[in-house]
């Protein structure tokens, strides 16, 4: 009878627990529009990597011997696409550049990477002002990252992109430090 009872308050407390904390799911955003400025409007310009988070080690690797990354996102000469250009600061001091470009394909609310026909990245509301949250995903493995258009935001931005891609899943958490200054971009 106590078991029973027991059980019974146990399985009323997960269930008010669930309702009561449950994880919200952030907006995701479709690429040709945000905030009612079509595409690619809202993506240009400056952005800073301030965080990622993954549900294992291996997916955040890449991340580890990084002070600070700097992006800049233009517009292609090819409509739907997108060129992101980076500079990567590591740990050492070195920068590192980097170049990409998104394609959008109609009908799809994510981005394809060139040469990386297995990765597929999305774009999410960020509650951080001029925020971005994105989901990587590729062949065994998916990562949210955080960006900002600021190098420093503000701490809740980043406890509250922590919380969110916990309860999506990910049990580990890289916050670059961003202790060094941000490499130049190229201006080609």
Known sequence: MFYQIWKSVLYISGILYDSIYQCSKPYQLSPLEVNGKEFPGP???QWYFIAGAASTKQDLEIFVPVDNILFNMAASHVPQNLQLQATIRKKDGHCVPREWTYHLTEGSTDLKTEGRPDMKTELFSSSCPDGIMLRETGQGYQRFLLYNRSPQP???C???FQSLTFCMGSKVFLQTPREKEA?????D
Do not use: H, R
Not at 183 to 187: D, G
């Open 43 to 45: 993506y240009l310009g």
């Open 154 to 156: 503000p701490e809740e």
């Open 158 to 160: 980043v406890n509250e």
């Open 183 to 187: 490499c130049e971009l190229s201006s």
